[in-house]
């Protein structure tokens, strides 16, 4: 199996799918918007990009399942399945805000062997196939190199229907606030992950995730030369709900605060 020629098959899809997201962002004042659940919504364009991303993935490699935020495809792959989230930053895109992306990841039985995040706003393709170094828009990137909590600049995710875990998650954010450089919450997990695999970002964590929010970013932030792992450092942050990503250097220190407060 040629991974490079997958993975430039995959950004070309993101590039011709956000396209057509784009050209919706015009419309979003007559979008249908539907709550699937407590400020968990989906819209017209979330599935329409779903469909042209699966109709095409099926082509690419017809013997692959998918594992579909919106759910358009159940075909479970004997090896191969495609993670896709066609928006993540759904309430960004409503409210005309980015950042928002497409995600896509390839898992070969429990692996992922290629990540894909299309972030549309600023049209940066982040990208990478195992054994192969992380990209953005051709150029290879690396996490930063920042050695201490104090110097780095977090991001993270706040918690909008699973509230079970939010005083630990609020202390968590006055320790951060006190002993770094700051905390972003953009909005879009699948951006965070990249930007922890540019360099922007030195550490990530965030809790009631699903595995197409995370699957294709936490593979860049590995191949950039990041840890990723679950709030007990841990492996089971794709399935788990939880995901914690750094830079090698910080990410021991990193995880001991988060475990500290976080963990089950």
């Known amino acids: 199996m040629n991974l490079e020629k997958i993975c430039q098959q995959v950004t070309d899809l993101t590039k011709n799918v956000g396209a057509f997201i784009l050209s919706e962002l015009n419309k979003k004042h ?5 709550e ?8 017209s364009v979330d599935k329409n990009s779903e ?31 495609w993670i896709i989230d066609p928006l993540d930053g759904t309430t960004n895109f409503i409210h005309g805000v980015t950042p928002f992306a497409i995600s896509i990841a390839l898992m070969e039985n429990d692996t992922v062997i290629l990540g894909v995040v299309h972030e549309l706003g600023l049209n940066e393709c982040f990208y990478a196939w195992k054994n192969s170094p992380a990209f953005l828009n051709g150029n290879v990137i690396n996490v930063s190199r920042k050695k201490v909590i ?7 995710g706040f918690p ?10 609020l202390e968590t954010l006055e320790y951060f606030m006190k002993n770094s450089h700051g905390i972003r919450r953009p909005g879009s997990a699948a951006t965070d992950l990249a930007y922890v695999a540019c360099g922007r970002f030195d ?3 965030e809790y009631s995730l699903s595995p197409w929010d995370v699957a294709a970013g936490a593979f860049i932030v590995e ?6 792992s679950d709030f007990t450092g841990g492996n089971n942050y794709i399935f788990g709900k939880e995901i914690v990503a750094c830079n090698n250097l910080v990410f021991n220190d990193f995880i001991k605060i988060v475990k500290q407060y976080m963990a089950i």
Do not use: C, W
């Open 51 to 81: 469909q042209k991303l699966v109709d095409r993935l099926m082509q690419i490699l017809p013997e692959a399942g998918f594992i579909a935020e919106e759910g358009t495809s159940v075909k479970k792959g004997n090896k191969y399945n």
């Open 30 to 34: 007559s979008l249908e918007v539907e």
């Open 160 to 169: 909008y229907y699973d509230y079970d875990r939010i005083k630990p998650f």
């Open 150 to 156: 104090g110097d780095s600049l977090i991001a993270t």
């Open 223 to 228: 191949q950039a030369g990041g840890n990723v």
């Open 203 to 205: 550490a990530f964590y």
């Open 36 to 43: 699937k659940g407590l400020h968990d919504f989906v819209t």
